[in-house]
């Protein structure tokens, strides 16, 4: 019986066994994270170039329906081919935020895997043209004092 207990065949195949689920779902969850994250990101990208094109009345974005219609393209353009429709996307271009006049752009999009699913969120604002504040002059850096 003593020898049964030192004999160490077999013992990486069950320390795998042991190990290999844990870290294949490891795995998986993070690059469900990453495709999520991007999915936001690549969002939060279309928000923030539809507001700008709403807030500076590109030829592209003149109306709120233009705008709506030009997100939904560039959201066809970042591979959100089947997803993105005019309902999932919110302007406002009468929009203030400390006292300057922006154009907001909220899109909501539905991130399902499996059985669960989450609404993914992105938000942006672009300064509508004439009310963007001009930037503060730059200040001289300080002389670097020297060494004595």
């Known amino acids: 019986m003593s020898g049964f207990l030192r004999n160490e065949n077999g013992a990486a195949a069950i320390e ?32 923030a170039e539809t507001a700008r094109c709403v807030a500076l009345n590109s030829t592209l974005c003149q109306t709120v329906d233009a705008g709506t219609s030009y997100a939904v393209d560039r959201a066809k353009g970042l591979s959100f081919d089947n997803g993105i429709s005019g309902s999932d996307i919110a302007i406002n271009g009468n929009d203030s935020i400390d ?34 504040a001009a930037p503060p002059p730059p200040q001289p850096l300080p002389p670097i004092p020297l060494p004595p």
């Open 99 to 132: 006292g300057v006049a922006v154009t907001t752009v909220s899109i909501r999009h539905p991130f399902a895997l499996l059985s669960s699913s989450f609404t993914l969120k992105a938000k942006a604002s672009f300064p509508n043209s004439g009310n963007a």
């Open 16 to 47: 795998f066994g042991l190990t290999a689920p844990l870290m294949i779902l490891a795995a998986l969850a993070g690059m469900v994270i990453g495709l999520a994250v991007w999915q936001w990101n690549s969002l939060q990208t279309v928000a």
